[in-house]
């Protein structure tokens, strides 16, 4: 594994490695397997947090590398679902909605605590994280995301665009440019998915995950 984290090439100043490039560059195909609404997004998904978990582990980026087991779960979960889900649509689709305000105030303050809490562990051993506090708002920003999107809830979008605004300068601030420049297009398509999500959440009168779950 030790190759993963060598440097691949350098641009603008920035060292690029494999890990972070080949981890990322299989996040986009995902990205993409899923508008197709592929069902080997989730593989792609899973294989790519298998790697970025090594490259951020060495790291000590304790909070990105836990996100990536997040991800290697839903990516799991994901899976498991859509599988069931191709007996009543073909396209594995979910219907969207907006999130209630209790709901909301569940996930936000599921991420204020959450935050606390990791946050302190992670400042308590120093050694888990260079960055305890902008680690542990990536770690329990993306388990919040999910959340939201396995409830098929349009607020997961946003929780994403918030996840990204700390997470772009955090990989180019730890030498993680490529995840850097992959951040800024995912919160490019992250517009785009909420524009969708928020046009079906209009249109859909079935409650949240019922294909998924029936």
Known sequence: MDWLNGEAFTAFGQHIKWSDMIGNT??????????????????????????LFAAFATSHLTGSAGKQIVVMAVAAWGYWQWTRGRQQAQDGSIAVRFATWRER?????????????????????????WDPWP?????????????????????????WLLVDLVGVP??????????????????????????????RSRTSGRPALEGAAA
């Open 26 to 51: 299989i996040g986009l195909i995902a990205l993409a397997l899923g508008w197709r609404r592929s069902i080997w997004t989730w593989p792609a998904q899973f294989l790519s947090g298998v790697i």
């Open 105 to 129: 105030a569940y996930l936000f303050g599921g991420a204020v605590l959450g935050t606390a809490a990791v946050g302190g562990l992670f400042t308590l051993y120093p050694s888990l994280s």
């Open 135 to 159: 680690d542990a708002y990536i770690f329990v920003g993306t388990l919040v995301a999910m959340i939201a999107q396995a409830r098929g809830m349009v607020e997961f979008w946003f929780a």
């Open 170 to 199: 955090l990989n180019f601030a730890n030498g993680f440019a490529f995840s850097g420049f992959v951040y800024v297009l995912y919160g490019a398509l992250v517009l785009w998915g909420l524009r969708d999500w928020w046009l």
